[in-house]
């Protein structure tokens, strides 16, 4: 029955939402970051790029600060190795893991490139990375 599983793909999104667990101190942090980086590198690929299409492309609108592009694109190296430690890079990263924003994020956070992320859960290879300042 589509409207039952449409009730129930509902609930369980209501559901992930309500087990979000953000600070109003991680919100300030992150809000910091945003606003006072040069430039703001939004990464993700596969499934997850179209959530950084959509924020990319929001955010575009704002300033011209913020870049956005698939992880999986051929410059993507090239795009992070660019960044210096007054921008921040964001990616978005959901399991399984695509092994090339993993890369993309671990290059970033070896040149001490400030880093934020959305991912699922605690234990997700791109938190271990993660340079918030």
Do not use: W
């Not at 870049?67 to 990616?91: H, R, T």
Request: charged content about 25%.
């Amino acid at each position: 029955d589509p409207h039952r599983l449409f009730e129930s793909v509902m609930h369980l999104d209501l559901e992930n939402i309500q087990r979000i667990h953000i600070s109003q101190e991680e919100i300030d942090r992150i809000t910091r970051m945003i606003s006072s980086a040069r430039k703001m590198m939004l990464i993700a690929g596969r499934a997850s790029f179209s959530l950084i299409y959509y924020f990319g492309f929001l955010l575009r609108q704002i300033d011209s600060k913020f870049i956005f592009f698939n992880s999986g694109s051929d410059y993507g190296y090239e795009q992070v190795s660019s960044l210096q430690k007054d921008d921040l890079l964001f990616a978005i990263s959901f399991n399984p893991y695509y092994r090339r924003t993993y890369d993309l994020v671990e290059l970033a956070s070896s040149r001490g490139i400030p880093i934020a992320c959305i991912t699922d859960y605690k234990t997700s290879p791109l938190v271990s990375m993660l340079i918030l300042r």
